[in-house]
């Protein structure tokens, strides 16, 4: 069946919650989802392990990401540079997202093919409602670093959010047997397949998220698929289990 011409992961969402006619508010839309899921990945990784929101990060936040940002500038060159990311970050600490870019790109001048700074500078443009020019700093970071996860997630958020469903599948399926990675990917997987009405697929990765985060948003997804498939008893049993997790969870009754 066609593709609705919606703009948004949203559709997906639609999709699943049609026989309740509408989600939970709390189900938000996809970015915003992934915005919050990206900014709690696991500390252990090394290139790049937090997004920096727009609100002013903890001071240890700031001295990493600048040793990280600064690491592969040459000595003549790092006073300038380190002088260009610290003003960046104050800038974005100030909500100035528009001039904080503008001195993060004078930065890129200086180091080219920063991947560190490519990233940070990707996840601001993505956070600040630019993904289509974040698409290009990702995609040059995987011509630079073709093995790097988070480009790929992000790159994989950006594509799912405008319904470029085919490329965002492509690389959140080299991402779904990455356990820090497991629950926004087999998330935004199952959201994909409900939007291609490819129920049985959309099932699978939903009830993988129960294994990295047992929450009610999960139990309520998985009974939505499972009532597509007709297997209503199943859908009741995780339906229940969501309104017993939490009671304020309304959308569950009318199924």
Request: net charge negative; glycine share 4%.
């Amino acid at each position: 069946s066609k593709l609705p011409a919606e703009g948004r992961l949203q559709a997906g969402l639609h999709v699943l919650g049609a026989p309740a006619q509408a989600l939970d508010s709390r189900v938000v839309e996809i970015r915003s989802a992934a915005q919050l899921l990206l900014q709690n990945l696991h500390a252990s990784q090394t290139t790049g392990a937090h997004l920096l929101p727009v609100e002013q990060p903890a001071e240890s936040q700031i001295e990493r990401l600048i040793r990280e940002i600064s690491a592969p500038v040459p000595d003549a060159k790092k006073e300038i540079f380190t002088r260009l990311i610290t003003e960046s970050l104050r800038l974005l600490a100030n909500h100035e997202e528009k001039q904080a870019l503008r001195t993060l790109e004078r930065a890129l001048e200086i180091s080219p093919e920063n991947v560190r700074l490519l990233l940070f500078i990707a996840e601001t443009r993505f956070q600040t409602d630019k993904s289509e020019s974040a698409k290009i700093y990702l995609e040059t970071v995987l011509q630079i670093e073709p093995p790097n996860r988070k480009a790929k997630l992000l790159l994989a958020l950006i594509l799912a959010d405008g319904l470029e469903l085919k490329r965002a599948k492509k690389y959140l399926l080299e991402l779904v047997s990455e356990n820090d990675f497991g629950f926004v990917v087999n998330y935004i997987l199952g959201l994909i397949s409900a939007l291609e009405a490819d129920w049985k697929t959309s099932l699978e990765h939903f009830k993988q998220t129960l294994s990295f985060l047992d929450i009610p948003e999960n139990h309520y997804l998985i009974g939505c698929a499972y009532f597509q498939l007709n297997k209503l008893k199943s859908a009741s049993r995780h339906l229940q289990k969501a309104v017993e997790t939490d009671t304020n969870f309304a959308d569950a009754w009318f199924m």
